[in-house]
């Protein structure tokens, strides 16, 4: 591989492995079932799902880059930038390891009741759950930003 446009075919390979790539099948399958729809036409679906991918991968790089190059230019700021992510990364396992549990208990067992509901319906929305994961990291980094300014652990500051 000496070009980096020589990686999309492999990553194109990869996407298919996705269940969102079963998805945009379906989709293409429903959509070719239904003849008001050209084959050709049916290419824009994986097209818009590369570029969805690309976008929010560069993004996350991105944003990761910056993150670990403000955390690593001080000792102590990376101490505690790591302390935070992984706290945060294990409540989230957590959380959704839990919720998942909970969900395949109520099925299996056909329980009812507020709870159940709430399990379910969460269960149900893992959609919006993610979006709540996002702040939640979002929010955290924001606060170990603040208790780091505020507490003044700067002053070791090597860079």
């Known amino acids: 591989m000496s070009e980096s446009w020589h990686l999309y075919p492999i990553g194109l390979l990869f996407a298919l492995g996705f269940e969102t790539a079963s998805e945009i099948s379906l989709f293409g399958l429903s959509a070719q079932a239904s003849s008001a729809v050209s084959r050709w036409s049916l290419l824009i679906f994986p097209a818009l799902f590369a570029a969805g991918m690309t976008l929010v991968d560069t993004t996350d790089g991105v944003l990761m880059l910056g993150a670990y190059g403000w955390a690593y230019r001080n000792p102590v700021r990376k101490l505690f930038y790591n302390l935070t992510i992984t706290s945060v990364s ?58 780091y300014r505020l507490k003044d652990y700067g002053t070791v500051d090597q860079s």
């Open 90 to 147: 294990c409540l989230v396992a957590l959380v959704v390891g839990g919720i998942e549990t909970l969900g395949l208990v109520a099925d299996r067992f056909d329980l009812q009741g507020p709870f159940w509901n709430v399990v379910s319906s969460l269960t149900g929305n893992f959609g919006a759950l993610g979006y709540g994961i996002v702040a939640l990291f979002v929010v955290s980094w924001g606060l170990s930003f603040l208790l």
